[in-house]
């Protein structure tokens, strides 16, 4: 076989690095379409730099992830599955594949759901597997074991070592995960403790902040949540949900500051609609909350309305709208 002349191999360097640069270019434009939430943007942008670039994981990736905040669960599994095929050892392609496979069970027929929620399993213990310091893969893994049925392999005990384990790698992981558990089997004051651990253990990513945040919004728990507000701005600065958090921790402890309604506006114009962010009509309820703290049932009732607009069986706002008698 005819080897490659030095300027021919040079050409070639040449043209993967151009590639390489290509591709790199086409994932920053379009992780910046993506923090928009124009995802639909995203996902053009990464399938024509994926038909330039097929064996790139990352963009698959990305591909995954987009897919999935535009509800195309089909796409998102497909990408997934792409990008553990290009590289099978990459713990982090394993945890979104269990995540496509995941909500894609949760919008199936039931018997198309138990397989897919078997996959999902797989895929997460895979990720965990491969690295142990993928804590959103461990999270996942966890809260799969806590809620699923015993038919599709779940179980709270199958959970525990796992949770033990987080406890020794970082305890603010173990405590978050060990609160899953017990919330699931409504032990609300021991998920309280936990959670409370959790959080002041000062966890290092945003986004387990703020799901100790939903919990304590959950629980109407407004100093917990001035905490979750107080260390997510610290860690993520540019974060919108802070906003959010600060002002539901004000309302909730009757803090009459107009504030509130200034951060929850500003949430509301400048957040992106994502599958981990606060939606709509949590904040048109908050909203409504603030407005009957200051004595106007009018706007308050009008924000319900909204948020019942935008999700009609959102209880809270059903309830809140039924005792203005609106």
Avoid at 128 to 140: F, G, K, P, R, S
Avoid at 198 to 212: N, T
Wanted: with cysteine; aromatic share 8%; glycine share 8%.
């Amino acid at each position: 076989m005819k080897r490659c002349s030095r300027a021919c191999c040079a050409l070639l360097s040449l043209a993967m690095v151009a590639i390489q640069a290509h591709a790199q270019q086409a994932l920053d434009t379009a992780r910046q379409a993506y923090e928009k939430g124009d995802y639909h943007q995203a996902i053009s942008i990464l399938k024509e730099a994926a038909a330039k670039d097929p064996g790139n994981g990352d963009i698959q990736l990305w591909l995954t992830k987009s897919h999935l905040e535009a509800k195309q669960y089909d796409d998102a599994v497909k990408s997934g599955e792409k990008a553990v095929s290009i590289d099978a050892k990459n713990s982090v392609y394993h945890q979104w594949l269990g995540e496509a496979y995941g909500q894609k069970a949760d919008h199936a027929s039931a018997l198309s759901a138990y397989p897919l929620a078997r996959k999902t399993q797989k895929e997460f213990e895979t990720a965990v597997q491969l690295d142990e310091h993928n804590y959103d893969a461990a999270q996942d893994l966890v809260e799969y074991d806590c809620t699923a049925p015993g038919m599709v392999g779940g179980g709270a005990d199958k959970a525990q070592p796992l949770i033990q384990k987080l406890l020794t790698l970082d305890a603010a992981e173990g405590h978050f995960a060990a609160g899953v558990c017990k919330a699931v089997k409504k032990d609300l004051p021991a998920a309280d403790a936990e959670y409370a651990k959790a959080l002041e253990g000062k966890p290092k990513s945003a986004d387990r902040i703020y799901d100790i945040g939903d919990y304590f919004e959950q629980r109407g728990q407004g100093d917990k949540l001035l905490e979750v507000a107080a260390q997510g701005e610290k860690l993520a600065p540019k974060d919108l949900r802070g906003k959010y958090y600060r002002a539901v921790g004000e309302i909730l402890k009757g803090e009459k500051n107009a504030d509130s309604e200034k951060l929850l506006k500003e949430y509301l114009q400048e957040a992106p609609v994502r599958s981990t962010f606060p939606p709509d009509f949590h904040v048109h309820y908050w909203l409504g909350r603030f407005y009957e703290s200051q004595n106007d049932p009018e706007r308050a009732k009008n924000e319900y309305r909204y948020a019942l607009k935008l999700n009609p069986k959102f209880k809270k706002a059903q309830e809140a709208l039924k005792e203005l008698g609106g």
